[in-house]
T-cell receptor, first 116, second 117 residues
Framework: DAKTTQPTSMDCAEGRAANLPCNHSTISGNEYVYWYRQIHSQGPQYIIH???NNETNEMASLIITEDRKSSTLILPHATLRDTAVYYC?????????????????FGGGTRVLVKP | GAVVSQHPSWVICKSGTSVKIECRSL??????MFWYRQFPKQSLMLMATSNEGSKATYEQGVEKDKFLINHASLTLSTLTVTSAHPEDSSFYIC?????????????FGNGTRLTVT
């Protein structure tokens, strides 16, 4: 799986949008971009994923550049409960591939601190 | 949505004893589950892939005889830490997806914090 590069940490203000960048310059055609977050002492929580189109759900938006070499996770209105480590992961998948090939490899992530 | 449950959430055991951790998929069948380990201030490290009805696949450096994995049903995988030692103290997390060749995301349990005294 392609490696990702994320800032080690970032602060953001409560109520403001939080934009989390991720670089995945070696991503291949069958690799999706996934975002998870881990609040202290809990298991990772799935946020969103995408291939090449921008995606939005109730938690966040995912913006993927046209060349797919980078992406940005947007938390539209950060709250104190969004303080967590955010992981950007690329995961290979192709139709017919069993789940065993769909493991997630975690990097260091970005430690996000939302401040009042 | 999909839910993965782990039990226990924390356990303290004495050195030399064995500890079993359960991972259940609550509203879907999981042919494959993954076991991770996380040390303080570090990221998650994949330990092994648990396959229903067959042997688990271990990552390089993970001792299969020490970390026994059993995936006897489509909703349950267990990880047994045998002859635990203080260096095995860690946060163990399982994950699963609906799998079967879909692109559905992996969902994670809330982890089990193991402390070996």
């Amino acid at each position: 799986d392609a490696k990702t590069t994320q800032p080690t940490s970032m602060d953001c203000a409560e109520g403001r949008a939080a934009n989390l960048p991720c670089n995945h310059s070696t991503i291949s055609g069958n690799e999706y971009v996934y975002w998870y977050r881990q609040i202290h002492s809990q298991g990772p929580q799935y946020i969103i994923h995408g291939l090449k189109n921008n995606e939005t759900n109730e938690m966040a938006s995912l913006i993927i550049t046209e060349d797919r070499k980078s992406s940005t996770l947007i938390l539209p209105h950060a709250t104190l409960r969004d303080t967590a480590v955010y992981y950007c992961i690329v995961r290979w998948w192709a139709p017919g591939v069993k789940a065993a090939g769909n493991k997630l490899t975690f990097g260091g992530g970005t430690r996000v601190l939302v401040k009042p | 949505g999909a839910v993965v449950s782990q039990h226990p959430s924390w356990v303290i055991c004495k050195s030399g004893t064995s500890v079993k951790i359960e991972c259940r998929s609550l509203d879907f069948q999981a042919t494959t589950m993954f076991w991770y380990r996380q040390f303080p201030k570090q990221s998650l490290m994949l330990m092994a892939t648990s396959n229903e009805g067959s042997k688990a696949t271990y990552e390089q450096g993970v001792e299969k005889d020490k970390f026994l994995i059993n995936h006897a049903s489509l909703t349950l995988s267990t990880l047994t830490v045998t002859s635990a030692h203080p260096e095995d103290s860690s946060f163990y997390i399982c994950s699963a997806s609906r799998g079967g060749g879909t692109n559905s995301p992996l969902h994670f349990g809330n982890g089990t914090r193991l402390t070996v005294t």
